[in-house]
């Protein structure tokens, strides 16, 4: 039997910009549920967990079918999910980090993903990037931003709009509505909160301090970096992003609504 393809979505109840976030069910059902049906359809991977400390969430999401993983209390969605791989996955050959606020993540996404990571065997870990055409999104700081090198490895992730457009202004090069030509031309690219590490790394990677960049920025993938690993960045045309705010929350119910 080969070794199995783990997807893993954590999932905590208190968010400091929008409690509660995960169970919040103003469309019908909670968030978390369309990140694990996304997960769940995705064709490479063998199963699909929900790790979580919370026993609310836990009780949720087993109403809706999922199998649960119950956790202590951790500082990141990477820690969380270490704790499950170390007793549960070890015959795992990849590990996904499915994030539980991307309720519009397409699982062909997420075998994109998958298909990536398995044809460089070298790489340590690998995620997704979009590119941007909105001056909303350039700017807003609950949306993450990353720059690579020319074959796809990260250089660097931040919640300020980087690469830097010393000589011009950023609208210059942003498409609003052209998909192709914000595909080709934008110098800016959205992270997607989703990762797919080597179990290995991952166990490593969690049982090293936060680093600095990762407490200035908030952002836990900044560990991996200062710690001299490679992470894949594979960029996709899909747009998607986490719902960190009300505001998100309300404009994601209004894209359900039109969907009927």
Request: overall charge negative.
């Amino acid at each position: 039997m080969p070794p199995s393809i783990v997807g893993i979505i954590p999932a905590r109840l208190q968010s400091s910009r929008l409690p509660r976030k995960m169970l919040l069910r103003e469309s019908g059902k909670p968030l978390i549920q369309y990140a694990w049906e996304a997960a769940s359809r995705a064709k490479s991977l063998s199963q699909v967990l929900i790790a979580t400390d919370s026993e609310e969430i836990a009780d949720v999401a087993r109403g809706f079918g999922a199998r649960v993983a119950m956790t202590g209390d951790h500082p990141s969605g990477g820690d969380r999910i270490a704790e499950v791989v170390r007793r549960e996955c070890t015959d795992a050959s990849l590990i996904v980090n499915v994030q539980g606020d991307e309720p519009e993540l397409p699982p062909e996404v997420i075998d994109g993903l998958v298909s990536a990571m398995q044809s460089r065997p070298e790489i340590e870990m690998g995620t997704l990037a979009t590119p941007i055409n909105s001056m909303a999104v350039l700017q807003d700081t609950s949306c993450v931003k990353v720059v690579c090198t020319a074959d796809g490895r990260a250089l660097y992730f931040s919640r300020l709009p980087i690469p830097y457009y010393r000589d011009g202004q950023p609208e210059d090069l942003l498409h609003p509505g052209e998909e192709t030509a914000a595909y080709q031309q934008s110098p800016w690219k959205l992270h997607l909160g989703i990762y797919a590490y080597r179990p290995e790394f991952l166990l490593a990677i969690t049982s090293m301090p936060r680093s600095r960049l990762e407490q200035l920025e908030s952002l836990e993938q900044l560990r991996a970096l200062e710690a001299g690993a490679t992470i894949l960045v594979k960029t996709v045309s899909h747009r998607s992003v986490g719902i960190d705010t009300a505001a998100d929350y309300a404009a994601f119910l209004e894209r359900q609504k039109r969907l009927g």
